[in-house]
């Protein structure tokens, strides 16, 4: 069976301060993946997917990027986070075609 | 421009009652429709989900009814409990590379 890793589950960083959050998938083979972002009682935002290795699609201008370095890798990354970046991250996979997304427990993540 | 608009934005219904969630969409090419519950702190999980060849699915208490000429789908839950309150959301994806999200739905449950 298909297992999704995010950590950190929570995080509390200073304004300015790098961010790397990392993303894992099991038992599936080139899926597309997702970056997610909750903001408190919203929606959810789509920051970046991914089709395959090194293969980003940026969906929002913003001081994120994201990589991804192996297939079932995909890492969430800021040189320095803004106050308007706090929220709750989401990973998700899905598999092509049609199934999915399945999403990952998300990363609170916090900027004072 | 908002892919998929759903509606209500919060619900309350009585324990035992239906709930229904509604969703639209303008763009035909969509071909995958899931519905995805959410709880306090947790990341959404894939509840249930229709392709536009047929009218209902049903998954236990859960019931999705899809429109294609009016492009609606709804989610329906039957004879609903308190552990059904939770944020729902409709989704629907073209390809399954891009999915586009509604804005939510808050529902509870009072016993």
């Known amino acids: 069976s298909q297992t999704i890793h995010q950590w950190p589950a929570t995080l509390v960083q200073p304004v300015g301060s790098p961010l790397s959050l990392e993303c894992t998938v099991e038992?599936?083979?080139?899926?597309?993946l997702y970056w997610y972002r909750q903001a408190a009682g919203r929606g959810l935002q789509l920051l970046f997917y991914?089709?395959?290795?090194?293969?980003i699609s940026s969906e929002v201008p913003q001081n994120l990027s994201a990589s991804r370095p192996q297939d079932r890798q995909f890492i969430l990354s800021s040189k320095k986070l803004l106050l308007s970046d706090s929220g709750f991250y989401l990973c998700?996979?899905?598999?092509?075609?049609?199934?999915?997304?399945?999403f990952g427990p998300g990363t609170r993540l916090t900027v004072l | 421009q908002q892919q998929v608009k759903q509606s209500p934005q919060s619900l309350i219904v009585q324990k035992g009652g239906i709930s229904i969630i509604n969703c639209a969409y303008e763009?035909?090419?969509?071909?995958?429709f899931p519905w995805y519950q959410q709880f306090p702190g947790k990341g959404p999980a894939l509840l249930i989900a229709?392709?536009?060849?047929?009218s209902e699915k049903k998954e236990g208490r859960f019931t999705i009814s899809f429109n294609k000429s009016a492009k609606q789908f709804s989610l329906h839950i039957m004879d609903s409990q308190p552990g059904d309150s939770a944020t729902y959301f409709c989704?629907?994806?073209?390809?399954?590379?891009?999915?586009?999200f509604g804005t939510g739905t808050s529902l509870t449950v009072i016993p």
């Open positions: 229709i392709r536009p060849d047929v």
């Open positions: 998700a996979w899905s598999a092509s075609p049609g199934a999915g997304p399945f």
């Open positions: 989704a629907a994806s073209k390809m399954s590379n891009q999915f586009y």
């Open positions: 991914s089709v395959g290795i090194g293969q």
């Open positions: 038992g599936t083979s080139n899926p597309n």
């Open positions: 763009n035909t090419a969509f071909d995958y």
